[in-house]
């Protein structure tokens, strides 16, 4: 051998071009065969034809069918994109990015460059970006910017079913511009079937359908109630391992936190199973989950293995991953609920509707028969599960929503053309909330702080805390100490917080900092004044002041309700007679996260409207404290 390989020079026997290259040719061919493939593709030219003759359509079609990847490609191909942007919402980030990230592939372009993706405290476009993908609520803030979208040629409000807050909002939005551009296609697509409803809304628009391919799927429930769903879950996802022909399972979960429980349990348990036993992958997939593992759940499962992904309901309908045949549905989602009565928001394990039970069950035939195991009773289905969930709107915290809408200029909201108008209890609470916090005068308009607080992507609780640091002269305060080890790693293992996190809200507070020189606000720096920085957070979340009482749990002030603080946080142990809490969280018990102490004093030093001595009392015996009358001065 080695001497026929004698004297042979290497380069000049390799092909001319770059193997790399070629590698690449081939992936884009193969991508673009699979995209043929997809239930849409047939009726590519009915679509186009349907979007050239109508300015609104609505499109239904079953998750997995290509609307997300492949409409904004078929919009490119047909020339949509030499008049402006597509634009295509989405309720998730990750979604955002990943289906992007897919495009871009097929595209054989870069992401960020023809194809990008803009989520909150991440804009990944450029000059050359035509087809862009978004969250809904970063289209809503581009209304602010450009107020009749000017550089869009199509926005597709996709996963219109989800409902969410902002796409809500997008709907009164875009059919409001949609009458004076009539340039502008507006496209409303949804996986499910209650497309009657966009199009009713939308004056009547035509629907488009796309019939999907679904095969059977065997539904099995359990026979009794389960104790406990996270047990109950692992327990399945083994079952079906060791008994079950190949295919890929997908477990439905509620947050990051189930999640990485679930990924250990499961871990630790394979391992004792011997190497008889076919490895089984495990791919968590949420919001907060870094990009590079992310991609890993569109990985093809290697000969023999199986692969589990633990998701949240984003892949309910969200994102489609081949080669699920069995899924895994404990019945529970987490969500927002809001109590206009108390103005208190918490975040709630909820059971799911039966039309996400449904999307759920669906994942798994795809691509062939399937199986769902329910670990409810299909008594609980038939008699607990409501039909659909209760649109975000209508069970939310609408300060947010007000403030953007005020600073768009729209100020009668009664009158807003909502799909399903809030409660007006909920609307009343949001003006309150925004005039305690001098985002409003006492007329409802607009006050320079409350311009202020509308230029930052945040609650405006937080928007506030961060106006209110120009007073206190803490802007610059927040993560210091870590910035002056130079963002060392070792500094976060001695603090016990994770790097990544960090890395985070370094980006995040980049950002901010643009945003506080948009707004007029100098860094300034009080040298490490706690008080000063418990002072500013103090201004934007005086509505969340709690109270210790005797049996070592608290009681809110206002709306008195008996909270506790998360053991996961430092305040744990010590129990501080006054806390002000970032937001409650509904587990085994109501818990306060993120807390700090607090002076009862500040209270009525920041915000003499809502309080009144008698709500501190117990401070007033050791300490005089300063009389106020109207607003705080800010
Ligand atoms: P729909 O929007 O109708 O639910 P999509 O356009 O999201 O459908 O999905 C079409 C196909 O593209 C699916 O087969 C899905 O698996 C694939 N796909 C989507 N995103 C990705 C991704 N990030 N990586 C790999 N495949 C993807
Ligand atoms: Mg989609």
Redesign the pocket.
């Known amino acids: 051998k080695e001497s026929i390989m004698d004297g042979v020079n290497y380069k000049d026997e390799m092909p001319s071009e770059d193997p790399d290259d070629s590698i690449a040719k081939t992936a884009l061919h193969k991508l673009k065969e699979e995209r043929k493939t997809l239930p849409i593709y047939p009726y590519r030219e009915q679509l186009l034809q349907a979007v050239q003759d109508h300015q609104v359509l609505v499109i239904v079609g079953e998750?997995g069918s290509g609307?997300?990847t492949q409409i904004p490609q078929y919009l490119h191909e047909a020339g949509y994109t030499k008049r402006g942007q597509v634009g295509c919402t989405q309720p998730r980030r990750v979604?955002a990015m990943s289906?992007a990230a897919r495009v871009s592939q097929e595209m054989g372009v870069k992401l960020g460059h023809e194809v990008g993706y803009s989520i909150r405290f991440e804009d990944c476009t450029s000059e050359k970006t035509i087809m862009k993908y978004m969250t809904d609520g970063m289209l809503l803030r581009e209304f602010l910017s450009e107020p009749d979208l000017a550089s869009y040629s199509v926005i597709m409000v996709?996963?219109a079913h989800e409902r969410t807050l902002s796409t809500d909002i997008l709907f009164g939005l875009v059919k409001d511009i949609s009458r004076f551009r009539k340039d502008l296609k507006l496209l409303i697509s949804s996986?499910t079937l209650d497309a009657e409803k966009f199009s009713d809304y939308f004056d009547s628009a035509p629907i488009f359908k796309i019939p999907g391919r679904r095969y059977p799927v065997e539904i099995h429930f359990t026979t009794a109630p389960e104790a406990d769903y996270i047990d109950a879950a692992i327990v399945t996802v083994l079952q079906i391992h060791v008994t079950q022909p190949p295919g890929d399972i997908l477990v439905f979960l509620t947050g990051q936190e189930e999640i990485e429980t679930i990924d250990e349990i499961l871990k630790h348990r394979t391992r004792g199973l011997g190497t008889k036993i076919a490895e089984l992958i495990i791919c968590p997939i949420y919001a907060n989950l870094p990009t590079e593992l992310q991609a890993k759940i569109f990985e093809p499962t290697p000969e023999g293995a199986r692969k589990v992904v633990l998701a949240t309901n984003i892949a309910e309908?969200?994102l489609t991953i081949d080669g699920i045949k069995y899924v895994v549905d404990p019945g529970f989602c987490k969500i927002k609920s809001f109590n206009p009565r108390t103005g208190m928001e918490s975040l709630l394990v909820n059971p799911i509707s039966k039309a996400s039970a449904m999307q759920r069950a669906g994942r798994s035939g795809r691509t062939g028969p399937g199986k769902c195991f329910r670990l409810y009773t299909a008594y609980n289905f038939q008699n607990d599960l409501d039909d659909n969930a209760v649109p975000e709107i209508q069970r939310t915290n609408l300060a947010n929503v007000v403030l953007t809408l005020k600073s768009l200029g729209i100020n009668d909201l009664v009158n807003f053309d909502f799909m399903d108008p809030p409660p007006s209890e909920a609307l009343l609470k949001a003006l309150e909330q925004l005039y305690a916090l001098n985002a409003l005068n006492s007329r409802g308009e607009l006050t320079k702080t409350g311009r202020r607080m509308a230029e930052f992507p945040l609650d405006p609780m937080l928007s506030k805390m961060i106006v209110a640091s120009e007073k206190y002269k803490c802007s610059e305060e927040v993560y210091n100490s870590w910035k002056e080890t130079n963002y060392s790693t070792q500094w976060c293992y001695e603090n016990y917080i994770q790097v990544r996190s960090m890395k985070r809200a370094r980006d995040i507070r980049d950002q901010l900092e643009g945003l506080l020189e948009r707004v007029e606000i100098e860094p300034t720096s009080n040298l490490s004044d706690l008080d000063a920085v418990k002072k500013a957070i103090t201004s934007g979340f005086f509505h969340h002041s709690a109270k210790l009482q005797k049996t070592g749990a608290y009681k809110t002030v206002k709306n008195p309700q008996t909270v506790y603080i998360h053991p996961s946080s430092g305040l744990a142990e010590v129990l501080p007679r006054w806390v002000i809490y970032h937001e409650l969280v509904l587990t085994t018990k109501e818990y306060m996260r993120q807390v700090i102490e607090l002076k009862p004093e500040w209270l009525i030093e920041i915000a003499p409207h809502f309080y009144q001595m008698k709500d501190v009392e117990d401070a007033a015996a050791t300490k005089k404290l300063p009389r106020g009358k109207g607003r705080a001065a800010d």
């Open positions: 998750t609307k997300t979604a289906v996709d996963e996986a309908t969200s």
